[in-house]
């Protein structure tokens, strides 16, 4: 199993591109989560998905689109970046409740110049 | 809102020193995660408590959930080099979803 993974590792945007960033799991979890970390701030919840179909706002939501594809995907969208988003974007899945044990991708490495 | 807070936010000691870390929520948590995060790694379970006043062990970790469920602790005994790392508590109350707190880089002197 290769858990949660996450595409790409490493990404350098300027103000006002978009882009994507991808997210799959192959551990049968119900639900996921986007994540970004910045220094001295530990890990904020942007979006999250408690199943296939469904999706609810975080704690830091705003500039962020999600799609939960299907049970495996789930994808965050930045329409158009600031620089206020550089940072560290980790994925996670737990079986079914944010209570529940959560597995992290290793991440993406976002820049926005 | 929910806010859990962990102290300290660096920690620097000797190898063989003892390290604590705390973390103390505004509001009383159903439970409270512990990770481990590598640098240039991803965060890593590490253990759930539940109970009041539950205490749980892992070798030389002892992780404690306080009385009131709204304040927990993670300490190390006898510190290793493969102890460096951010530790990060996570809570979660039944009013708002899962609250990490900002983490204690742990750091270790040879």
């Known amino acids: 199993n290769a858990g949660v993974t996450q595409t790409p590792k490493f990404q350098v945007l300027k103000t006002g591109q978009s882009m994507t960033l991808q997210c799959a799991q192959d551990m049968n979890h119900n639900s996921m989560y986007w994540y970004r970390q910045d220094p001295g701030m530990g890990l904020r919840l942007i979006y999250y998905s408690a199943s296939e179909g469904t999706t609810d706002k975080g704690e830091v939501p705003n500039g962020y689109n999600v799609s939960r594809l299907n049970k495996r995907e789930f994808s965050l969208r930045l329409e158009s970046a600031a620089p206020s988003q550089t940072s560290v974007y980790f994925c996670?899945?737990?079986?079914?409740?944010?209570?529940?044990?959560?597995?992290f991708g290793p991440g993406t490495r976002l820049t926005v110049l | 809102g929910q806010q859990v807070m962990q102290i300290p936010q660096y920690q620097h000691v000797q190898e063989g020193e003892d390290f604590t870390t705390y973390c103390n929520s505004s509001?009383?948590?159903?439970?409270i995660q512990w990770y481990k995060q590598r640098p240039g790694g991803h965060p890593v379970f590490l253990i759930q408590?539940?109970?009041?006043?539950e205490v749980k062990k892992q070798k030389r970790l002892t992780f404690q959930f306080g009385e009131a469920k709204k304040n927990s602790s993670l300490h190390i005994t006898a510190t290793q080099t493969t102890d460096v790392g951010t530790y990060f508590c996570?809570?979660?109350?039944?009013?708002?979803?899962?609250?990490f707190g900002s983490g204690t880089r742990l750091s270790i002197r040879p």
């Open positions: 996570a809570g979660y109350s039944s009013a708002s979803k899962i609250i």
């Open positions: 408590l539940v109970k009041s006043g």
């Open positions: 996670a899945s737990s079986v079914i409740r944010s209570t529940d044990t959560q597995y």
């Open positions: 509001t009383t948590l159903s439970n």
